[in-house]
């Protein structure tokens, strides 16, 4: 069965750091592309950033809203993808949510519709 599980959300001041972790089952995740995206209130969900399966040396992709600030990584001995955040705003609350896509186009990867797999999602909040 193959399951995502989030963690390491929480509450942070402006300016702070929080890592987020993304641990797959019942399947290797260094073969895909994994995907971050979040959903703030009264928005739609939106992608902020991809790695690449190792067929692509584990590329990263970031919008330009956390581009120099998040950093995707992963640890494949433990089947985890991680999402680094640093110098955190407030407008980087939202529900945060990791995503697997079997085939994903990487020139797409920050699209939604190119994964098959999601986590639970968890919540980060950063306070002025």
């Known amino acids: 069965q193959v399951q995502l599980v989030e963690s390491g959300g929480g509450l942070v001041q402006s300016g702070g750091s929080l890592r987020l972790s993304c641990a797959a089952s019942?399947?290797?995740?260094?073969?895909?592309?994994v995907g971050w995206f979040r959903q703030a209130p009264g928005k739609e969900r939106a992608g902020v950033g991809c790695i690449s399966g190792r067929a692509l040396y584990g590329s990263t992709y970031y919008s330009d809203s956390v581009k120099g600030r998040f950093t995707i990584s992963r640890d494949n001995a433990k089947n985890t993808v991680y999402l680094q955040m640093d110098s955190l705003k407030p407008e980087d609350t939202a529900v945060y949510y990791c995503a697997v896509g079997r085939r994903t186009n990487w020139g797409r990867c920050g699209i939604e519709s190119e994964y098959d797999y999601w986590g639970q999602g968890t919540q980060i909040t950063v306070s002025s």
């Open positions: 019942g399947f290797g995740l260094d073969y895909y592309t």
